[in-house]
């Protein structure tokens, strides 16, 4: 696709200043008194509002920009670096970035914080405060998108040249708003006063849609094809620098918007059409409008495949004109680029690369064949069924006729191999084949995926075991080399040294400080699990935390919690496999046990919940009503709000989870055996000394293999019993049958004991726990219960639960995201990892 250059020096948006700053300053000086000055010379000259009538939002973009100047010297020297040294560089695709505020992770990987604060504070100003003011970048729903967002941090700290590409959302994740006990989303305009973070290029790409095939004969005789889109579209680049931690190198988050080619039809309005002058304008923009959150099922939805098109085809064309740009060859492609697919959204890229290798660069199947499988790698991130990616044959032929064509090819190529290699087994070509042949014909984006990459991983052990066993095991059979392990990890800078920077002063001051770029290094506070003084002070660290977050709530909730309780915490998306309706199912039969007089003394306890349900997702919406309805049933009945609070917290995002993991004592990881791929908040409390309860699920056994079985509170059927059981046939009303405190709660909500007396509101829940019961949220509920019985001992007794706080945190290393990119960069990616 033909390339134009413009020239647009900056990114703002409409009507916003220019992020062009003042000549003749310092604008990169790391004392407080140049940071004081940089920040006053943005303030007046690039928002152009003096100090003392300046907004804190005024004030916020100022600062970034002064911290942005300090980024943009170290990118230049980043990109020369590679440019001059001709690195490997890893192309990482992702329809989700749920990076979080970019001013307090930024100042904190470039080693600015304190001089920073000092600045501001030189001016009358709070750093706080201004940082408080960023609208969290939210382009991603959950795990998925914040594991790129980790990966981003980890690969720069770690000196790696990566490029990530993604959608530039206008509109991200929805804001969560709780009203009378039920979710509502409202839309998230967190462009609307510009992003101070991102920066045009000068560049765009066109991307094709729709339109037909063509066969012709080139110059040399050979017969080629081409596609005609019937409509195309402009990619507009953006990008954010990500700074590593202390190191000087500066990668690039390049995020693609859509616009129309031609985005303003003069001759159409000359002739008095004013809204069709527009339209074409309005459908283009709509491409990059709006993140999709994920339903219960993956509907055949077009623009969602356009979406992906759009944002895959262009990043792939980057790839493609940067390689040529530096002379080299095509043929040499896979040597220069390593792809990675997060989940099969960017998998489309196959036959994306194919067709611009051999329709727009005349190269030949073979050779494209080669250089394609040989370039990518796919990242699987679930196993559940209705969440596997297959679109209609002819929604996608009628967007992408082209690589249908391509795809049908592959499939051909890839069958007659496997026939070869197993002949006479037509269940299992059918089975392998691409083309989805059960009911409605499919293109099944995993099986793309598998077919078209060199390396197929999965995200914890168990995890790739299953895929290997199960979803995936002919691919398996047949290529096993192509299959390996690599149990995801979160970034230590964002979720433990900046969340929580009192127990990050605590442990620098018993262990020194380089844990910070090789978490392996918290095994040193080991023997500290012995120092009843050293675990006082980590007591009264965590209830620090636990006070803030309680302020927080008070201030937002107006609800009193007690911060020396059990902070009892189970934050993630809303959905049923991970079986927030267990943990209000036990609540609610400790109500009803206090109430009967059965239970007395109880470790006092406060429940926390946050996550976002699907706006489509009806029955976790009524989950997130059971939770709230238990909470007002709680919090303001005098006989039990002494020893239970509970709290669901709206909105649940980067930042609130910031506050919250610092503040958990128990993180609660209680998902059906075999459903959650991995889990990442599970390592955010780890690391900041909260202790799991959780089932054998994800990475939790890895988590437990780490810590030691005595400092995790294990309960629940594993992944082969749940499998078992299912075939044997599962019947949940036994369980309700045999177990009496389940059944007083199961009774309690059908009969509206709970609800005032409305016997209808929370029928559909219970019919579906007694009638199918998918998640076995009942057959795991008294060994539930079990397990928070002994929880809340344990915590009663702070020489027992200090040391399996510190040991969590001790034991933690592993679930560092440079762990997991060290092993993508040696297993997969070929790539060496710099300086340590
Ligand atoms: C870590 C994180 C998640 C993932 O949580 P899980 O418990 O692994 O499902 C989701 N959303 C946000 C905002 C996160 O920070």
């Not at 919250?660 to 908040?681: H, R, V």
Request: charged share 25%.
């Amino acid at each position: 696709m033909p390339e134009q250059k413009h020239r647009a020096p900056t990114a703002q948006n409409d009507g916003q200043p220019r992020g062009d700053a003042p000549a003749g300053d310092d604008r990169t000086g790391t004392t407080a008194e140049e940071i004081a000055a940089s920040f006053h010379g943005h303030l007046t000259r690039t928002v152009g509002r003096p100090l003392e009538r300046s907004s804190v939002i005024d004030q916020y973009h100022a600062l970034s920009f002064t911290v942005r100047d300090s980024l943009m010297d170290q990118w230049l020297e980043t990109i020369e670096t590679y440019r001059q040294e001709d690195v490997r560089v890893l192309g990482y695709l992702s329809a989700e970035y749920l990076l979080g505020p970019h001013l307090p992770n930024d100042l904190l990987n470039l080693d600015l914080t304190p001089e920073t604060e000092q600045a501001m504070k030189s001016v009358g100003f709070d750093l706080e405060s201004i940082a408080a003011e960023e609208p969290e970048p939210g382009l991603g729903n959950g795990g998925l998108g914040r594991l790129a967002a980790c990966f981003l941090d980890s690969l720069s700290t770690l000196d790696v040249p990566v490029i990530g590409y993604g959608l530039r959302y206008e509109f991200g994740i929805f804001r969560q708003e709780i009203v009378d006990g039920w979710q509502v989303e409202t839309s998230d305009k967190w462009l609307q006063f510009g992003n101070p973070w991102e920066i045009q290029a000068s560049m765009s790409l066109v991307v094709g849609l729709f339109g037909h095939t063509e066969t012709y004969t080139d110059d040399q005789g050979a017969v080629r094809h081409r596609w005609v889109p019937g409509y195309k579209v402009k990619g507009i680049p953006f990008d954010t620098p990500i700074p590593g931690y202390k190191t000087r190198t500066v990668n690039r988050l390049r995020l693609w918007k859509s616009e129309a080619v031609d985005s303003f039809d003069l001759g159409v309005f000359n002739s008095g059409d004013y809204a069709g002058a527009v339209r074409s304008k309005m459908e283009s923009e709509t491409i990059s409008k709006v993140l999709y959150p994920p339903d219960e099922k993956v509907e055949g939805k077009r623009l969602r495949l356009t979406q992906q098109f759009f944002f895959t085809s262009c990043s792939l064309q980057d790839m493609v004109r940067i390689h040529l740009s530096l002379g080299k060859p095509l043929e040499e492609f896979d040597r220069k680029w390593t792809v990675q697919l997060n989940d099969t959204h960017p998998s489309i890229g196959i036959a994306e690369l194919m067709r611009l290798l051999m329709d727009e660069h005349e190269m030949g199947w073979d050779d494209a064949w080669r250089v394609t499988q040989t370039s990518f790698g796919y990242t699987n991130h679930t196993l559940l069924p209705e969440a596997l990616e297959r679109w209609p044959l002819d929604l996608f032929g009628n967007l992408l006729p082209r690589h249908l064509e391509i795809i049908f090819e592959i499939n051909q190529r890839f069958l007659d191999d496997m026939r070869r290699r197993y002949p006479n087994d037509d269940a299992r070509m059918r089975r392998m084949s691409i083309i989805g042949e059960d009911g409605e014909r499919t293109v099944q984006m995993a099986h793309l995926a598998v077919v078209g990459s060199k390396a197929v991983n999965g995200v914890a052990e168990l995890h790739t075991q299953l895929l290997e066993e199960t979803t995936l095991s002919d691919y398996y059979e047949a290529f096993p080399e192509r299959f390996s392990n690599k149990t995801n990890g979160v970034t230590p800078r964002r979720w433990l040294m900046l969340s929580n920077p009192e127990l990050t002063g605590l442990i620098n001051e018993a262990i020194g400080t380089d844990w910070h770029k090789d978490l392996y290094g918290l095994k040193l506070l080991e023997p500290y699990a012995r120092d009843t003084e050293f675990l006082n002070r980590w007591r009264k660290t965590q209830e620090g935390s636990k006070g803030r977050l309680a302020a927080y709530i008070k201030e937002m909730m107006s609800i009193d919690v007690d911060p020396t309780s059990m902070f009892d915490v189970q934050v993630k998306r809303l959905h049923e496999y991970k079986r927030q309706h267990l943990n209000a199912l036990h609540i609610l039969s400790l109500y009803c046990q206090i109430k009967s007089g059965a239970v007395k003394d109880l470790t006092p306890r406060t429940f926390l919940f946050g996550g976002k349900a699907a706006p489509s997702y009806t029955m976790a919406k009524l989950i997130i009503k059971l939770i709230c309805q238990i909470g007002a049933l709680v919090n303001s009945d005098p006989q039990v709000n002494h020893l239970l609070k509970v709290i669901f917290l709206p909105n649940y995002s980067v930042s609130l989870g910031q506050r919250i993991y610092p503040a958990a004592d128990l993180s609660e990881q209680i998902s059906t055996a075999g459903f959650e791929a991995s889990g990442t908040g599970c390592m955010k409390f780890m690391m900041n000394g909260a202790v799991t309860l959780g089932t054998l699920d994800g990475a939790n056994i890895e988590i437990r293999k780490e810590v030691g079985e005595e400092n995790f509170f294990l309960f629940g059927l594993t992944a082969p019993e749940i499998s078992d059981l299912r075939h044997a046939g599962y019947n949940p009303r036994g369980y309700y049958e045999k177990s009496p405190l389940l059944r007083e709660a199961l009774d309690g909500l059908r009969d509206g004991r709970f609800s005032n007396g409305d016997r209808g509101l929370f029928a559909p829940l219970v019919n579906d726990l007694l009638n199918s019961d998918r998640y076995l949220v009942l057959a795991d509920f008294d060994a539930y219960v079990a397990a928070q019985l002994e929880a809340g001992k344990a915590y009663s007794d702070p020489s027992r639960w200090g040391p399996m706080s510190l040991l969590n945190t001790a034991r933690s290393g592993k679930f560092s995201s440079d762990r997991t990119i060290r092993q993508y960069c040696e297993d997969i990616w070929e790539l060496p990892v710099g300086k340590r």
